[in-house]
């Protein structure tokens, strides 16, 4: 890229970031030092402001950057990722929001220890929170290492390797100053530049081809080098039986997974009552299905106007199809117009990476005092004390995430959140579904379910071809593979209910009636609801 694009696509991006920055600031100013206001912005959120806030978290690097450029990769196949992010939201608006949010406080753990033994618990759901929004967060930095090197050029592995370690920092600090408060301001500022900058782009691909939405798919079919084919399924998930329950594997991970994300269902304790979570999760569908609709179109934009080989040379999983396409949207390499729109596209992408990974790296620090340290430590002390092991786990998880985000550079971002995706249904979903929905639910159960979808979704993985015995893999050079698929939720989500339906019917405990009976009614009207 050329220097005018380098700067000012910096330029934007640390408007950004210095804009963010004074957010984080003036709440730090502001701020009580309380739990609640750490963790749950003290709950003065409207439904609106936390509806963009949520659908600020839930569009993430891995739709804007990752899907899309799985749709110019592979056409229809690539789009199915886009059916999964939606219809999730459904699972959520129906069977989680509101129960969430009038049984919890702070944590998924929270729901689930109101009617069990409360430390084990609390140590399984918290694991299982921390380990899925580790993987999330990888998805983020491996969006932001290839948003550099295509910016600076791609001169060399060291720009992608210095891009995740900023946005690691950054975030860290957006978490251990600001807390819930100033991620949630920074969610609604990118949910607002990423729907606009959506806006645009689709706008102009669809100006581009006069409207003709036919036009627009038949050349990308040209274009991609597979014909026809590219409108058709097959193309990534048809063509052996291993790849068709690949797909139906990522579909059920997708489906399923949402409902289980620690940083989406926190966002549920950021309104003051249940009716405003609710409708909180209405403005987000909204919000969502639109920007969804339009990566759609920008995918097929990509295969199109830029072409799959060209989005392939530049990065072989597609991360950077969207960039791309507004470099060419605009006028081609050198034009004014096409430095402008690259230079706006990939600040809007970095805003989207850095109020993602504030919010995952807070809902799962949250996790680690909350639910670990407290149940680990031996004496309650002061409500401090909590708020300072939040901080502090913010800057471990960060830097966890920051090592493994180095790992998995060449990784599609998309990609690796259907595994941060099916971890979630297999160990989290499980166990909050029973906890709300089964009166004879018991202690055993819940742990069984969380470490029996935990730990074969984790075990799966390792023996995948995306950790080993494929030249795409993490380690190419070695073999361990056992595992034909690249997605385990066809067998880990089933093990994880049925781990908890046997934990339970094996256990010596006897349900605890009046509690489930305490839960389901405050569950069902708020009644006692914190």
């Not at 753990?109 to 921390?130: K, L, N």
């Not at 295509?150 to 100053?177: E, F, H, K, N, P």
Request: hydrophobic content about 55%.
């Amino acid at each position: 890229m050329t220097g005018d694009h380098q700067t000012l696509a910096l330029l934007l991006f640390s408007g950004f970031v210095a804009v963010t920055l004074g957010i984080t600031t003036w709440v730090s100013r502001r701020r009580r030092g309380s739990v609640e206001e750490f963790y749950a912005g003290g709950r003065l959120f409207s439904p609106m402001e936390n509806g963009f806030a949520i659908a600020g978290d839930y569009m993430s690097a891995a739709s804007f950057l990752g899907v899309t450029g799985l749709i110019a990769l592979y056409g229809y196949d690539g789009m199915l990722y886009v059916v999964g992010f939606l219809v999730a939201w459904l699972v959520v608006l129906f069977l989680v929001a509101e129960l969430v949010r009038n049984c919890g406080r702070f944590t998924l753990a929270d729901v689930v220890a109101a009617r069990m033994s409360e430390r084990p618990v609390r140590i399984a759901a918290g694991t299982s929170s921390v380990t899925v929004s580790v993987l999330y967060l990888v998805a983020q930095m491996v969006g932001a290492g290839s948003l550099v090197a295509l910016l600076l050029g791609r001169t060399s592995g060291a720009a992608q390797d210095w891009a995740v370690i900023g946005v690691g920092a950054l975030m860290v600090i957006y978490v251990s100053l600001g807390g819930m408060r100033a991620t949630t301001w920074i969610q609604i500022v990118k949910a607002v530049l990423l729907l606009s900058g959506t806006i645009a782009l689709t706008v102009l691909v669809l100006l581009r081809f006069h409207g003709d939405v036919d036009r627009l798919l038949l050349t990308a079919a040209d274009r991609s080098g597979h014909g026809r084919a590219f409108l058709a399924p097959g193309l990534k998930y048809g063509g052996t039986w291993t790849a068709r329950l690949d797909f139906i594997s990522l579909g059920l991970a997708l489906v399923l997974g949402t409902g289980g994300l620690p940083h989406i269902l926190s966002r549920f304790y950021t309104v003051p009552t249940a009716r405003a979570a609710r409708r909180s999760a209405v403005w987000s569908i909204g919000l969502i299905g639109g920007f969804y609709l339009m990566t759609i179109v920008l995918g097929f934009g990509a295969a199109a106007v830029v072409g799959t080989d060209a989005v392939r040379g530049s990065n072989a999983a597609g991360n950077t199809a969207v960039p791309l396409l507004a470099l060419d949207l605009g006028g081609g390499a050198g034009s004014t117009g096409g430095t402008v729109l690259f230079a706006v596209v990939a600040a809007v992408a970095f805003a989207t990476i850095l109020a993602v990974v504030a919010g995952i790296t807070l809902a799962s620090s949250a996790s680690v005092a909350h639910d670990l340290y407290a149940s680990l430590r031996r004496s309650r002390g002061k409500a401090r004390s909590e708020v300072a092991v939040a901080r502090w786990a913010a800057v471990g998880i960060g830097v966890v995430a920051i090592a493994l985000g180095l790992l998995a550079r060449d990784l599609n971002v998309a990609f690796l959140v259907g595994l941060a995706f099916a971890v979630a249904a297999s160990a989290n979903l499980p166990v909050l579904l029973y906890s709300l929905f089964w009166r004879g639910f018991t202690t055993r159960g819940a742990m069984w379910a969380v470490y029996g979808g935990l730990v074969p979704a984790l075990g799966l993985v390792l023996l995948s071809p995306v950790v080993s015995g494929s030249p795409t893999s993490l380690f190419p050079d070695v073999d361990f593979q056992y595992f034909p698929l690249q997605n385990p939720g066809i067998v880990s989500i089933p093990l994880g209910f049925l781990a908890g339906w046997l934990g339970t019917i094996t256990s010596e405990e006897v349900a605890d009636e009046a509690r489930y009976a305490e839960t389901e009614v405050r569950s069902l009207t708020g009644a006692g609801a914190v």
